[in-house]
Nanobody
Framework: QVQLVESGGGLVQAGGSLRLSCAAS????????VGWYRQAPGNQRELVAT???????NYADSVQGRFTISRDNAKNTVYLQMNSLKAEDTAVYYC?????????WGQGTQVTVSS
């Protein structure tokens, strides 16, 4: 079992920045990949960004160039730096970690961008 705890969400004006953190209850280098997803009201959960054990990153087209995912193995933490935020980035953001066939989710953190 893995517990994932997100933090860093909040209310920000369009054009602003936030950094989300996801702290894992066990070493994140044992999980591959780890990443962030989001779900806006009435929408399906969608991929935002992932990072592999080897550091390979993948981003949704909608956030490419604005968001940066990173991981600190020593702190068992994954980050999502979000810059140039837009109203359409408003959603609940979820941390995800995969361990072979098992997928773990955090409880989510709300990000609201006012226009």
């Amino acid at each position: 079992q893995v517990q994932l705890v997100e933090s860093g969400g909040g209310l920000v004006q369009a054009g602003g920045s936030l950094r989300l953190s996801c702290a894992a209850s066990r070493p994140i280098f044992t999980m591959n990949p780890v990443g962030w997803y989001r779900q806006a009201p009435g929408n399906q959960r969608e991929l935002v960004a992932t990072i592999t054990r080897g550091g390979y990153t993948n981003y949704a087209d909608s956030v490419q160039g604005r968001f940066t995912i990173s991981r600190d193995n020593a702190k068992n933490t994954v980050y999502l730096q979000m810059n140039s935020l837009k109203a359409e980035d408003t959603a609940v953001y979820y941390c995800n970690a995969k361990d072979y066939s098992t997928s773990y989710w955090g409880q989510g953190t709300q990000v609201t961008v006012s226009s």
